[in-house]
């Protein structure tokens, strides 16, 4: 089992997980919600974790534990957040292309662009 740690602190941190925390307004109150972590459904893949995310002020704090991840892999971590998206995991009928899996792009309706970035190595870009 991998466990990571992340905090981060920027102004928008507090947005990103406002969906989580059930809070529609700019800034979530300070707070705690735990997240059971499922594979997308469709793309074959068996790993499974939990992230537990606190919020104090402008703050963030997570912690993530994964296992059945690709050995010797990046798997790079982030919040999703967007005006527009379902704020859900992808499902079934969002592979729009038929491939049987459903990758970045059609996915994003579902979960929105990255607002924050938890990777502290290599590519860091949404």
Same mark, same amino acid.
């Given at each position: 089992? *991998?466990?990571?740690? *992340? !905090?981060?602190? !920027?102004? /928008?941190? $507090?947005l990103a997980v406002a969906p989580f925390l059930g809070m529609g307004q700019a800034l979530a109150d300070d707070g705690d919600v735990m997240a059971n972590l499922q594979p997308v459904e469709l793309n074959g893949v068996s790993a499974s974790g939990t992230a537990w995310v606190k919020v104090r002020g402008t703050?963030?704090?997570? $912690?993530?534990?994964?296992?059945? !991840? !690709?050995?010797?892999?990046?798997?790079?971590?982030?919040?999703?957040?967007?005006?527009?998206? *379902?704020?859900?995991?992808?499902?079934?009928?969002?592979d729009?292309?038929?491939?049987?899996?459903?990758?970045?792009?059609?996915?994003?309706p579902a979960y929105g662009p990255v607002t /924050?970035?938890? $990777?502290?190595?290599g590519d860091t870009s949404p």
């Open positions: 089992m *991998r466990t990571s740690h *992340r !905090l981060a602190t !920027l102004a /928008v941190g $507090t703050t963030i704090d997570v $912690t993530m534990q994964a296992s059945g !991840l !690709l050995a010797d892999n990046p798997h790079a971590a982030h919040i999703h957040f967007g005006d527009d998206a *379902r704020h859900e995991c992808p499902v079934a009928a969002d729009t292309d038929g491939s049987g899996t459903i990758n970045t792009t059609e996915g994003g /924050v970035s938890l $990777t502290t190595s």
